[in-house]
């Protein structure tokens, strides 16, 4: 039928009598109820509604912040009203099942959600249109449009017009129309109700995600919970036909109408759904395949203690090589593998995703929460670019532009890391015939580094105090961010404060000496005298510059040289490299002297060694971030707002990128940084604007330490097959011991 002759007829002028005449006019079909069907703008709809239909196209004036559920009957309508209201009204009514005031809990979603064709819009005077219902409702109002999923002339048929008219909208006018498909709000609650809530103009803050407000908003809307509820179990509904309450909680399964349809049943609706939407909504988001683990914790457990290499091979194999979903942390995350992908993420930032904290990270750093996170149901101004820039640029980023951690500002620190090293040497491996590396390696590097950003010498003592402090800083990293004495992130909150107070009574220091005059070599100290200087960063942003990069360096130096130091004495063939590789540059050199930049660059085939070593034991196996836009991947699409983590050593032991993956071939290394992996195939310190600052100073610190072990000492491996522990840093299980002979 001509619509633009029924839209003639639905003049604001026309009266109630001539809308009974439409009626009388409309094409007539039988439905599947006692009823027949109405022909209405392409749509078949009840009669007992057609008339409310009608007088809400006529007279319904929408507020700018209404909100209108529509959704197709049996398709998870009283879930979505039960969400959508407990979202946006969460202000009002605290949501959770323990609050016995909350409507959810002694009103059905359609009662607090009603029906737009159940509301009788004409008051005792046809001719005399009111809202009497409408007018009662607080704000934001929020409605339900009554849709069937049905075939062709069934009630509100056919269901594919419905489909493509919404979901063309909400690509028109994304602000206006949020489109949400039932399986993934199934299976992804919890993300797709922080989209709601942020398309609702009310996203959850900080606060409310960490207090639980959304798994309680959840826990509320459940089938579980909402089915059991005794105004839910009797009772009739609100519409014109009797329904009781009941009914309106089913399983809400996905997938579970293979066990009602018949072949087919089956075959028929593929082919029908095929003719009417196939090629018609090929831009509609295909989220990545796999899966959520259990509720809450989802797959925390397996990614965070179990080895990382075998938790990405085994959703690789089984999902897609390149990305696949999982929930970590209770946060629905995709992951992304692949030199592809470490393309895709290194050089694309900010403008497809962002650098993104945890919330241990946020909190165990003090790293402020980014301007656009802050909620607010009040519109708001956009946040000024350098209070964004503030909030999510990483710490070492600008500590960069010092020049301090680049070779030629590390060059002058030389003479200091080599008098570091041989009282290393002098003190624990000197007149010994054997020594445990891995621990030597960890107080070795937690030294160096006390040096060069602090610059600062501690007793044992104090060196033993803060390596436990930083150990149970990193651990607190990857804990469920729940402060109960005994736990993992209470431990690192304890840590982090301490750690913190020792960075600020050393930058007092600094700057009374700075004050008075005095030079001073170290990373801290270049850092406040340029802010001094009013060219660097804010006093308040000091210590976190400085936690950050030592935390980042801390294991990475001592995990290499601990495990090159393992292969090089495993393999008389890469010994005997290493060795002759040393002694040419040592004999060109002035032993007095420090080793310059030049003899770093020297020692290429001990570089390969690190970086053979860096890639059968990563200590940087990954970042999060997240996705700044709706993002395609692999024939996929990453929505925008979704938490992705970044796997950056998903190709180490990959056959595709390394032949033999699993055999320690430092020449592999030896024609350039990468060969043989293609390009993004291997980048242990990132790549693009990320790529780590710290490369330099880790390369300066392992070259010239196995520079001198291999000139003072040969060594023997104890234990040949000594097993590797650790799940997302790995490190001997017995420290690796070795028996030493002194060369000299």
Request: hydrophobic residues 40%; neutral net charge.
């Amino acid at each position: 039928m001509d619509t633009s002759c029924e839209q003639e007829k639905l003049s604001p002028k026309g009266n109630f009598n001539e809308d009974e005449e439409l009626l009388h006019s409309l094409p007539k079909q039988k439905g599947w109820g006692a009823y027949d069907l109405l022909l209405f703008q392409n749509f078949w709809i009840p009669p007992f509604y057609l008339k409310a239909t009608i007088t809400f196209l006529k007279h319904f004036q929408a507020k700018h912040n209404d909100i209108i559920v529509v959704s197709l009957p049996k398709s998870g309508t009283t879930w979505l009203k039960a969400l959508a209201f407990a979202i946006a009204k969460r202000n009002n009514f605290i949501p959770t099942s323990q609050n016995d005031d909350h409507p959810l809990l002694h009103t059905i979603p359609h009662s607090l959600v009603p029906f737009l064709e159940t509301i009788d819009l004409h008051g005792n005077d046809p001719n005399n249109v009111v809202f009497p219902h409408l007018s009662t409702l607080s704000e934001p109002r929020i409605f339900e449009a009554f849709e069937k999923y049905v075939e062709g002339i069934f009630d509100y048929g056919p269901f594919w017009s419905h489909m493509l008219g919404y979901w063309k909208a909400s690509k028109d006018t994304p602000n206006k129309v949020l489109f949400l498909k039932y399986d993934e709000l199934k299976a992804n609650t919890n993300f797709e109700v922080k989209r709601m809530a942020q398309f609702l103009d009310c996203p959850f803050t900080e606060e409310e995600e960490s207090g639980g407000v959304i798994d309680s908003i959840i826990e509320l809307c459940s089938f579980e919970k909402m089915k059991e509820l005794e105004v839910n179990k009797s009772g009739k509904n609100m519409l014109k036909v009797d329904v009781e309450n009941k009914h309106f909680f089913r399983k809400g399964e996905t997938g579970d109408w293979v066990n009602y349809f018949s072949p087919y049943m089956t075959e028929k609706l593929s082919k029908i759904i095929e003719e009417n939407l196939g090629g018609k909504v090929k831009d509609i988001k295909k989220l990545p395949p796999g899966t959520y683990g259990w509720p809450l914790v989802g797959e925390s457990y397996q990614f965070f203690f179990r080895k990382l290499d075998d938790f990405l091979k085994e959703r690789k194999d089984k999902y897609c090589q390149e990305v696949f979903i999982t929930n970590l942390l209770g946060e629905p995350t995709v992951v992304l593998c692949g030199p592809t992908a470490n393309k895709l993420v290194s050089m694309n930032e900010p403008n497809l995703v962002k650098i993104q904290y945890l919330k241990t990270q946020r909190r165990l750093f003090n790293i402020p929460e980014p301007k656009d996170h802050i909620h607010s149901h009040k519109p708001s101004t956009p946040p000024k670019q350098e209070d964004a820039e503030k909030a999510n640029a990483a710490a070492a980023v600008p500590v960069k532009t010092l020049g301090f951690l680049k070779p030629e500002g590390l060059v002058k620190y030389m003479k200091r890391i080599e008098s570091i090293i041989h009282q290393h040497f002098r003190t624990y491996w000197e007149g010994r015939k054997k020594v445990e590396v891995y621990p030597l390696m960890m107080d070795f590097s937690l030294r160096l580094m006390l040096q060069f950003y602090l610059g600062i010498e501690v007793s044992d003592i104090a060196a033993a105090k803060l390596a436990t402090l930083f150990a149970d800083l990193f651990s607190g990293i990857y804990s469920i961010p729940v402060n109960i004495p005994g736990t993992k992130y209470h431990r690192a909150l304890k840590a982090s404060a301490a750690i913190r107070e020792e960075i600020q009574r050393v930058i007092k220091e600094k700057m009374d000496a700075l004050s008075k005059g005095l030079e001073m070599e170290d990373l801290l100290a270049s850092i406040v005298g340029a802010e001094q200087s009013g060219k660097y960063v804010p006093k308040i942003e000091i210590t976190n510059v400085i936690m950050g990069l030592m935390n980042a360096s801390y294991n990475s130096v001592a995990t290499t040289l601990t495990f090159m130091i393992k292969h090089i004495g495993l393999s008389p063939e890469i010994y005997q490299r290493v060795v002759s590789e040393h002694a040419e540059i040592a004999k060109s050199r002035d032993a007095s002297a420090p080793i310059d930049w030049e003899c770093i660059q020297r020692m290429k085939y001990t570089w390969a060694v690190a970086q053979e070593t860096m890639r059968l034991y990563p200590t940087a196996p990954g970042a999060f971030r997240v996705a700044a836009t709706d993002i395609s991947f692999a024939g996929f699409t990453i929505p925008k707002g979704c938490k992705i983590f970044w796997a950056i050593t998903s190709t180490n032991k990959d056959g595709k990128y390394f032949k033999e993956a699993e055999k320690f071939d430092p020449s592999r290394f030896e024609v350039e940084e990468g060969a043989g992996s293609g390009p993004y195939g291997f980048i242990p310190f990132g790549a693009g604007p990320r790529t780590c600052p710290g490369k330099d100073y880790a390369r300066f610190g392992i070259l010239a330490f196995i520079h001198n072990l291999v000139t003072k000492f040969k060594w023997e491996v104890v234990l040949p097959h000594e097993h590797v522990s650790g799940a997302l840093i790995p490190f001997p299980a017995h420290h690796l011991p070795i028996r030493l002979h002194p060369l000299v």
